[in-house]
């Protein structure tokens, strides 16, 4: 079993809806929550970061932590065309790294 | 904040010719980097984390002869490509934590090499 799981997507849907990303994990170890946005060919941007359960609201952006369930999720509101990106949900790990899954792969047409 | 830069953006090289990549934490110190490949339509794989001052940790499966890592100051960090083939052509990124945060890291914005 993979340490991160993601849905790679695609994922299409159109300009302004609600998107949802979800990704679990299997180490209740994990204790450190990060969203990243990777478009084509450049360096992953963080979006947003959170070490406790519940709701942590930036803009647009909702991201959601489950410990119970090892779970989490990322919603995106009014999505835009520029969105259009590849999610990531690293996972804090032991030295400092992050533990990455394959990522989900999210398309916004208008 | 947290800008962290990489150069060159774009290399190509001859095979068995080494090549270095730079990448520099330009607003924050950073005594941790990590060195990432990717390859297309693939995540992000971690090659190694470099420490400010001491030896770079390799990870299982990649080659420290090969992937020479310098990490000589607070804000600068190097991978070095030895005796580049073919296979080497890929998108590495680096990244840096923030010495007063916790676990995110923040990302330059990758060097694709291409080994002819």
């Known amino acids: 079993q993979k340490e991160v799981e993601q849905d790679p997507g695609p994922l299409s849907v159109p300009e302004g809806a609600i998107v949802s990303l979800n990704c679990t994990y299997s180490?209740?170890?994990?204790?450190?929550f990060m969203w990243y946005r990777q478009y084509s060919r450049k360096g992953p941007e963080l979006l947003m970061y959170?070490?406790?359960?519940g709701n942590k609201e930036d803009g647009r952006f909702t991201a959601q932590v489950d410990k119970s369930s090892k779970y989490i999720s990322l919603f995106i509101r009014d999505s835009q065309p520029s969105d259009s990106a590849t999610y990531l949900c690293?996972?804090?790990?032991?030295?400092?790294?992050?533990?990455f899954g394959a990522g989900t792969r999210l398309a916004v047409h208008p | 904040g947290a800008v962290v830069s990489q150069h060159p953006s774009w290399v190509i090289c001859k095979s068995g010719t080494s090549v270095k990549i730079e990448c520099r934490s330009l607003?924050?110190?950073?005594?941790?980097m990590f060195w990432y490949r990717q390859f297309p339509k693939q995540s992000l794989m971690l090659m190694a984390t470099s420490n400010e001052g001491s030896k770079a940790t390799y990870e299982q499966g990649v080659e420290k002869d090969k992937f020479l890592i310098n990490h000589a100051s607070l804000t600068l960090s190097t991978l070095t490509v030895t005796s580049a083939h073919p296979e080497d052509s890929s998108f590495y990124i680096c990244?840096?934590?923030?010495?007063?945060?916790?676990?995110?890291?923040?990302f330059g914005p990758g060097t694709r090499l291409t080994v002819t």
């Open positions: 990244s840096a934590r923030d010495m007063s945060g916790y676990y995110e890291q923040y």
């Open positions: 959170t070490y406790s359960s």
């Open positions: 690293p996972l804090s790990g032991g030295y400092n790294k992050l533990i």
């Open positions: 607003d924050f110190q950073a005594t941790t």
């Open positions: 180490n209740s170890a994990f204790q450190y």
